[in-house]
T-cell receptor
Framework: DAKTTQPTSMDCAEGRAANLPCNHSTISGNEYVYWYRQIHSQGPQYIIHGLKNNETNEMASLIITEDRKSSTLILPHATLRDTAVYYCIVFNTGKLIFGQGTTLQVKP | GAVVSQHPSWVICKSGTSVKIECRSLDFQATTMFWYRQFPKQSLMLMATSNEGSKATYEQGVEKDKFLINHASLTLSTLTVTSAHPEDSSFYIC????????????FGPGTRLTVL
């Protein structure tokens, strides 16, 4: 499975959009981009995933570049409860391998 | 839907004892279950993959005789930490995979193990 690169940490003001980038330059054609988040001392929570097209659900939007080498997770109106570690993972079958993720701190 | 539970949510045990952690998929059949370990301020580390009715596949560096995994049914997998030592204290998380076109995985809430 391809590796991903994410910034170690980011801050975001409450109520503003949080844009979390992820680089996955070695992604294969059949690998999906998944986003999970982990709030302190809880199990990871699925957010969204996509293959080629941009995706949106009730939690977030996922923007994937045309060459699929990078993506951005957008939380449109961040709240304090969105403070968590966000993991970008490229994956098709088998094992989800977690990198270090991005620690997002939403501030009042 | 797609809820995964773990029991217990936390456990404290004495060094040298064994501890069993259960992982259940409550509303779906899990073809594959995964066990992760997470130390403070670190990411999740995959320990092993288990398929119902077959032996677990362990990641490199994970002792299979110490971390016994049983996947007896499509809704239950157990992880037994044998002869636990303080260095085994960690947050253990399971996930269950439901076969779809893109292999969704759903995570349990985790079990905090403290070995005294």
């Amino acid at each position: 499975d391809a590796k991903t690169t994410q910034p170690t940490s980011m801050d975001c003001a409450e109520g503003r959009a949080a844009n979390l980038p992820c680089n996955h330059s070695t992604i294969s054609g059949n690998e999906y981009v998944y986003w999970y988040r982990q709030i302190h001392s809880q199990g990871p929570q699925y957010i969204i995933h996509g293959l080629k097209n941009n995706e949106t659900n009730e939690m977030a939007s996922l923007i994937i570049t045309e060459d699929r080498k990078s993506s951005t997770l957008i939380l449109p109106h961040a709240t304090l409860r969105d403070t968590a570690v966000y993991y970008c993972i490229v994956f098709n079958t088998g094992k989800l391998i977690f990198g270090q993720g991005t620690t997002l701190q939403v501030k009042p | 839907g797609a809820v995964v539970s773990q029991h217990p949510s936390w456990v404290i045990c004495k060094s040298g004892t064994s501890v069993k952690i259960e992982c259940r998929s409550l509303d779906f059949q899990a073809t594959t279950m995964f066990w992760y370990r997470q130390f403070p301020k670190q990411s999740l580390m995959l320990m092993a993959t288990s398929n119902e009715g077959s032996k677990a596949t362990y990641e490199q560096g994970v002792e299979k005789d110490k971390f016994l995994i049983n996947h007896a049914s499509l809704t239950l997998s157990t992880l037994t930490v044998t002869s636990a030592h303080p260095e085994d204290s960690s947050f253990y998380i399971c996930s269950a995979s439901r076969m779809t076109s893109y292999n969704e995985q759903f995570f349990g809430p985790g079990t905090r193990l403290t070995v005294l």
